[in-house]
């Protein structure tokens, strides 16, 4: 039977990974695969996340299982960061551990399909895995702008399906450092966002996968806050990944508010139906550790400056990309104002063969490039190669 299934193509940004490593130019560059780089090119372990495992070695004292809902100690740690004073404090509000945020926005939509969602609206371009998921869980994708001409978010596009959006649909936000434009909503944004979708009936699903590397930990929380706020039920996805640095041990959580602590309750007894039925349980380790750091305060504290860290040398990138001149026909000031590790350039997909294939600039098809591939020693170069293949 398994001779009916037809030949899939392969990820375009997995098979970018084999193609920059086959590659012998020691100038290459990869802006593909979206993990964190250092100005060295490397993304070390964390040395909070060392600390913790090794605290884990000596002291952990069982791998037996947790069940479906995983660490809670862990999820109930990162709430204070996540949702800060806006967190309600009247039992509205509980998660679970998820395989990454890949598994956290899964089992979201599951949930909101088991709830009767029929459409999730989602701003493009987006993080391509969103749709493959909705699409696979069966979900019907209603698209909508998400960024504007003038390098803005298009709230307009945004205003217009809020107001005309069905009685069972829902909306699927980047919390913070968009992936894969950079363009994040203001603040001033967020608290219309939120006042709109109060009034809307519309479910809100959050995806925050990014916190901290944009404008700082409590800032880029600030979308999450408001709307968690305002209405009366939300759903958010969480990874930890980034920002732990975690990403092949699949650390993250997702969150449900209800109108009420008995609504919480029966929410998180279907999500942990569902991720029996996935994933069974999630895997333990990097929750373990993450928990550890959270529960111990010099712990935490190195965590955020590392994270800070990241952040500072995104920014610096960013801001020597926004002042470079002579890049062809690419505009990169815009870059100088976007946040977090992705962003696009106006370029065609030929274009990104000839930056491949004449100067070993690895990027995907879409022009999306991840920022934090780039480091002080060869931002020139890319700068020059975008010149060459646009000028």
């Known amino acids: 039977m ?3 299934l037809d030949q899939q193509p392969p990820d375009a940004l997995l098979a970018l990974i084999k193609l920059y490593e086959a590659d012998p130019r020691p100038t290459k560059i990869d802006l593909g695969v ?3 780089r ?6 070390p372990v964390f040395r909070s996340i060392k600390a913790a495992e090794k605290r884990l070695v000596e002291e952990q004292p069982t791998k037996a299982y947790l069940g479906p809902e995983g660490d809670m100690g862990f999820v109930r740690a990162l709430m204070p960061h996540i949702f800060g004073d806006a967190l309600p404090t009247d039992g509205r509000i509980d998660g679970m551990q998820t395989p990454g945020g890949t598994g956290a926005v899964r089992l979201a939509v599951a949930l909101a399909a088991k709830a009767g969602v029929q459409k999730i609206w989602m701003g493009t371009p987006s993080w391509p895995n969103h749709a493959q998921i909705l699409a696979d869980c069966g979900m019907e994708m209603g698209t909508f702008n998400h960024a504007a001409s003038n390098g803005s978010a298009d709230m307009a596009a945004l205003r217009e399906v809020i107001a005309n959006a069905g009685k069972d649909d829902a909306v699927l936000l980047h919390g913070a450092c968009h992936n894969p434009t950079g363009v994040d909503y203001t603040n001033q944004e967020w608290d219309e966002i939120a006042a709109l979708l109060k009034d809307s009936g519309i479910l809100p699903i959050v995806d925050l996968a990014y916190q901290g590397l944009g404008d700082g930990m409590e800032e880029d929380a600030y979308g999450v806050r408001a709307v968690i706020s305002a209405v009366p039920e939300a759903l958010v996805a969480y990874s930890c990944d980034k920002n732990f640095g975690l990403y092949r041990d699949r650390v993250g959580a997702v969150y449900a508010i209800g109108a009420s602590a008995d609504d919480v309750t029966r929410i998180m007894s279907n999500g942990a139906s569902l991720a029996r039925a ?3 349980m999630p895997p333990d380790h990097g929750a373990a ?4 750091i959270l529960e111990d305060e010099a712990l935490t504290a190195d965590w955020l400056a590392e ?3 990241m952040r500072q040398r995104i920014g610096q990138v960013r801001e020597k990309l926004a002042a470079s001149s002579n890049a062809g026909g690419v505009d990169l000031t815009p870059l100088g104002k976007q946040k977090g590790m992705f962003a696009m350039l106006p370029v065609s997909k030929e274009q990104v063969q000839q930056l491949r294939e004449h100067h070993g600039v690895y990027m995907a098809g879409s022009g999306r490039i991840n920022v934090a591939g780039l480091t002080m ?3 020139d170069a890319f700068v020059a190669a975008l010149a060459d293949v646009t000028g």
Do not use: Q
């Open 34 to 36: 979206g993990v964190y």
């Open 307 to 309: 994270v800070e860290e």
């Open 377 to 379: 020693g060869n931002i």
């Open 289 to 292: 550790a993450v928990r550890t």
């Open 38 to 43: 250092t100005a060295d090119g490397a993304t």
């Open 278 to 280: 996935n994933w069974s």
């Open 2 to 4: 398994l001779d009916r």
